[in-house]
């Protein structure tokens, strides 16, 4: 079972890393004291060495989702779309262009009632 190690702002990661308790497939959290330099990342195993691989930082850890049931290459993995982030895509994009739609017709029917005042 993995398990979330977290290291605070003074200490490195790579200290961390190497710590007896730190072993492949647990994940590893940077808390600085601001909250924007948050980072996370997932111990894996290079070439028979450990090594961090890069899960997401305060910005892109919450839109993403990550699959921690891939299995690794020796390049350290890769970021697996599923078909829950597909469809949401799809969901997000028909609603912006329903929404410009929308403003489309409010702008054409403003003028039209602009225009019939005159």
């Known amino acids: 079972m993995s398990k979330t190690h977290h290291v605070y702002e003074p200490d490195s990661v790579y200290d961390k890393l190497k710590e007896k308790g730190v072993d492949v497939g647990d994940n590893i959290e940077y ?3 601001n909250q924007l330099g948050y980072e996370r990342y997932k111990v894996v195993n ?13 910005y892109d850890s919450y839109d993403k989702t990550y699959d921690f049931s891939s ?8 970021i697996r779309s599923t078909r ?3 469809k949401k ?8 262009t329903i929404k410009k739609r929308k403003t489309i017709k409010k702008r ?8 019939s005042a005159l």
């Open 89 to 96: 895509r799809k969901t997000i994009k028909k609603r912006k």
């Open 71 to 78: 299995k690794y290459n020796k390049s350290g993995g890769k």
């Open 84 to 86: 829950k982030t597909i």
């Open 108 to 115: 054409k029917t403003i003028k039209k009632r602009k225009f």
């Open 46 to 58: 290079i070439l028979g060495k450990k090594d961090l691989d890069f899960i997401g930082d305060i």
């Open 31 to 33: 808390i600085p004291n």
